[in-house]
């Protein structure tokens, strides 16, 4: 017999589902012409075993046609009927005595009741299949029926929301949610997030869905107030309307005092705004009025016992659970765990010496070292197969920090096969293209750059590649060359980890770091000198900057090749810097003349990067600069002076 009572009904896959969903298909569309119970069980009796042969296939041929009668009467009972507002209008029960309703003529007790009982149907299962079969008039007209079952009413939205008819959504859920019709009672509360989430698919501006939510906050249920203000806070959070934020909450804890979800909006609230201690306060707070009721409010209770200590990522924990996804969590305990491994460094292979073209005086000195790729110990390389074959990330292209496009997977909560295979595999916190990945990989969550705290697993990811790379023999006879892509995986790493500690003010790891990395990979390809030579000549380090500029002489990066112009010109090397600002002149004439004014309009900027020559780079370099070399004692005035003589010629 089928599965009736199956929870996964009438979504069950295979034949089972195909025919249950074309019995209660045709089933629903009687039902709703006003067939009368004695046709439609008629119906059943003979079109079941027909419809659906796969319900009936362990049904012996004799009783065929009266195991079809009472699935079509368990059918019957759950289905809504016309004459009774959409109800059920359920046949009565036959006494042991009675006549069998099948029509045998027996006695119930001698017939159908030997039969093995048919299950119950669930009511609910209607609603889907009859928001699928009937016209979307036929669906307005029995919903305006003052005695329609409510719950049909959220679950044939649901329905509908699933395959993007936003407009019918709107129109079931607005006119309930807006004060018409009074029967919504709190557990349809749902209703209002479905709603929003329409206006959201239908309209491209919020106007519209703040009008809504205004009326909504008017309504005569005081849950719907409460929870048309949390939506309310919730926006004027993202758009830093921090006051009406606030407004909107007190509102919220007017209406509904009791709602243990206004815990979480009150600690997003205060995070937004930076009271780190007092959301730890409130979370105190919240977890005493709460605490008791731990059965069942289990995870808000484990989200404010986290938040006393550590309110933003207990938040973040909080939002990801809301929606079914445990990785951020799982990831943390992963590498909380794997952390504790001494790092494990790489061998190398040696590739030779670089070609460089040019003569040999030009040749830079790194040349006559041996250029290696970092190779992975054996013992990583299970870890690095189970997670080439779970994640698919999109390597950033050339120099570029940035993912190229791929399926973000923190879209679907349920895609972790790469958090299992880094579970199964704690070593491969050892591995540099696996750090690579996960980097970006954490960039690309949607709470990523927030209040959140996702990013704060960022840098141990950073510094563990740094002590891998370090632990690696590559010495100062040997470079890392970022031509070879077994290396960009660790560089990548590596000038990240210079952009946090710039981010972060460490100012001199920042520098330390740079200095080692253009010996790991004196092309440096990321242009890391450019950032050195600013930080030498911001700190009066001429000599630095001028040694530095010395070893990339036919460089095409302004701040190199006017930083070395200005360190010439501070270390009193006059002729030297002339013939230098000359030459960057030539080259770059816009740089020296943005420089030289007191306002530029900021240029356009383009995603392919910066023009060289262009406005921007310009823009760039003077908004870098500008005030070290007003600070450089007689260095803007020559610069002027020097630029207007070479216009005149
Ligand atoms: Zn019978």
Redo the contacts with the bound molecule.
């Keep these: 017999m089928a599965k009736f009572d199956d929870p996964g009904f009438p979504d069950e896959t295979g034949e089972l589902g195909v025919e249950l969903r074309l019995v209660l298909g045709i089933a629903a569309r009687k039902v709703l012409e006003g067939v009368d119970d004695a046709a439609f069980l008629e119906w059943a009796r003979d079109a079941i075993p027909n419809l659906a042969p796969t319900m009936l296939v362990d049904v012996p041929p004799q009783e065929l046609d ?1 195991e079809a ?1 009472w699935i079509g009467v368990s059918i019957w009972n759950a289905a809504p009927s016309p004459a009774n507002h959409y109800q059920p209008s359920p046949v009565p029960k036959p006494g042991r005595n009675d006549a ?5 003529g ?1 006695k ?1 007790k001698r ?2 009741q030997r ?1 093995r009982p048919v299950p119950d149907f669930p009511a609910l299962v209607f609603w889907p299949v009859i928001a699928e079969v009937c016209p979307k008039t036929e669906v307005d007209r029995m919903i305006a029926d003052p005695g329609f079952p409510v719950d049909g009413i959220g679950l044939m939205a649901e329905c509908f929301f699933e395959n993007g008819d936003y407009l019918q959504v709107i129109r079931m859920l607005e006119p309930p949610l807006t004060g018409g019709a009074e029967r919504i009672r709190t557990e349809h509360a749902h209703w209002i997030d479905m709603l929003c989430d329409a206006y959201d698919e239908q309209y491209r501006t919020p106007r519209k869905k703040l009008a809504l939510l205004d009326k909504m906050t008017k309504h005569r249920l005081k849950f719907v107030q409460g929870e048309a203000w949390q939506r309310l806070c919730s926006i004027r959070i993202d758009e830093d309307d921090f006051g009406g934020a606030h407004e909107a909450f007190a509102a919220a804890m007017r209406a509904q005092p009791d709602n243990p979800l206004l815990s979480i909006l009150e600690l997003t609230l205060l995070g937004s705004l930076g009271e780190i201690d007092q959301a730890r306060r409130r979370a105190r707070f919240w977890l005493q009025k709460w605490e008791g009721h731990e059965d069942e409010l289990p995870e808000l209770i484990a989200t404010l016992r986290r938040a006393v200590s550590d309110p933003m990522s207990a938040l973040q924990l909080s939002i990801a659970r809301a929606t079914g996804d445990d990785r951020i969590e799982r990831l943390e305990r992963w590498l909380s765990a794997s952390l504790e491994r001494s790092a494990i460094g790489w061998g190398t292979e040696a590739c030779g010496k670089l070609d460089v073209h040019g003569d040999d005086s030009e040749k830079p000195t790194w040349t006559d070292r041996e250029a290696v790729t970092l190779m992975p110990p054996p013992a990583l390389g299970a870890a690095l197969q189970a997670w080439r074959e779970a994640a698919e990330i999109g390597k950033p292209f050339a120099t570029s920090l940035d993912p190229m496009d791929y399926d973000n997977p923190w879209d679907d909560a349920d895609e972790d096969a790469w958090l299992t295979a880094l579970e199964l595999h704690p070593e491969a916190i050892d591995h540099l293209d696996i750090l690579d990945d996960l980097v970006l990989l954490l960039r690309e969550h949607p709470l990523a750059g927030s209040v959140y705290g996702i990013d704060d697993m960022i840098p141990p990811l950073l510094l563990r590649a740094r002590r891998i790379v370090e632990a690696s023999p590559i010495g100062e006879d040997r470079i890392l060359p970022w031509g070879f892509l077994e290396n960009r995986p660790g560089l990548r790493l590596l000038t990240q980890l210079v952009l946090y500690y710039q981010d972060n003010g460490a100012l001199s790891e920042a520098v330390e770091l740079i200095q080692w990395l253009l010996e790991l990979n004196p092309e440096d390809n990321q242009g890391l000198r450019a950032m050195l030579i600013n930080h030498y000549l911001r700190a009066g380090n001429y000599a630095d900057a001028l040694e530095l500029a010395q070893r990339y002489t036919r460089d095409f990066l302004v701040d190199v090749t006017y930083g070395r112009v200005l360190a010439l010109f501070a270390l009193g090397r006059r002729d030297e810097a002339d013939t230098a600002l000359g030459k960057a002149v030539d080259r770059s004439p816009l740089v020296a003349q943005y420089l030289g004014r007191a306002r530029v309009v900021r240029p356009e900027f383009h995603d392919a990067g910066i023009s060289v020559g262009g406005p921007d780079e310009a823009w760039l370099y003077r908004d870098e600069m500008r005030d070290t070399w007003n600070d450089t004692k007689g260095a803007m005035p020559w610069l002027k002076q020097t630029a207007r003589n070479r216009e005149r010629l």
């Design positions: 009266r009668f069998c309703p099948c029509g045998s027996m119930y017939c159908c039969l």
